[in-house]
């Protein structure tokens, strides 16, 4: 069954580093997400993008979070400079298109800012 | 606007007891809902949910969900906690048709843990 992958799994930076989370959604979709858990709260949304356009995001998006599709398979969350409040786990999802209900979900990369 | 509530954060059940996990909703349109469940150091799994058909809703692992548009519930349950079911569960909801894409929003998540 295809799945949505990310690497690494596991991401420590140093505070003002930039790190770049990558994600491979599921090859036929066409919406991608990105969401954030911090460690014993809940899931957060980030971002939806879709046809190379962010079509939402929250309001913890800021101007330090960007997402690029660099290539047909990849999508990326990059942190031009991270916080020690960045250190979360952060999901990619993705939906096969309009009126698709089910979000599938990665792994997950635990990202850890010291 | 929708958003979800569960009630209770932790919840422990013997082995083979009634899992039951509540989730209430709030949404200006018929939601969409789902359940989630999250392994220790693992993903997102999608475990059921809800888009408009049978009211009464079954996924894998055993558990079901009914939807109860009076009560605004979506609660979670399962006949028989095994102790592979320890886990974090989320309720989550999304507004239906709202474009192509949309986002989820998770409630707060409840953990289940399992008694021998």
């Known amino acids: 069954e295809p799945e949505v992958t990310q690497t690494p799994s596991h991401q420590v930076t140093q505070m003002g580093q930039e790190v770049i989370l990558r994600c491979v959604p599921i090859s036929n979709h066409l919406y991608f997400y990105w969401y954030r858990q911090i460690l014993g709260q809940k899931v957060e949304f980030l971002v939806s993008f879709y046809n190379n356009e962010i079509s939402e995001k929250s309001e913890i998006f800021d101007d330090q979070f960007s997402v690029e599709r660099p290539d047909g398979s990849n999508f990326t969350l990059k942190i031009r400079s991270t916080k020690l409040e960045d250190s979360a786990m952060y999901f990619c999802?993705?939906?096969?298109?309009?009126?698709?209900?089910?979000?599938?979900f990665g792994p997950g990369t635990r990202l850890t800012v010291l | 606007a929708q958003s979800v509530t569960q009630l209770g954060s932790h919840v422990s059940v013997s082995e083979g007891a009634l899992v039951l996990l509540r989730c209430n909703y709030s949404?200006?349109?018929?939601?969409?809902l789902f359940w989630y469940v999250q392994y220790p150091n693992q993903g997102l799994q999608l475990l059921l949910k809800y888009t408009s058909a049978a009211t009464l809703v079954k996924g894998i692992n055993g558990f079901e969900a009914e939807f109860k548009k009076s009560e605004t519930s979506f609660h979670l349950t399962k006949p028989s906690a095994h102790m592979s079911d320890a886990a974090e569960y989320f309720c989550?909801?999304?507004?239906?048709?709202?474009?192509?894409?949309?986002?989820?929003?998770f409630g707060t998540g409840t953990k289940l843990q399992v008694i021998p």
């Open positions: 989550a909801v999304i507004r239906p048709n709202s474009g192509g894409y949309q986002k989820v929003t």
């Open positions: 949404s200006s349109v018929p939601p969409y």
């Open positions: 999802a993705s939906t096969p298109g309009l009126g698709a209900d089910t979000q599938y």
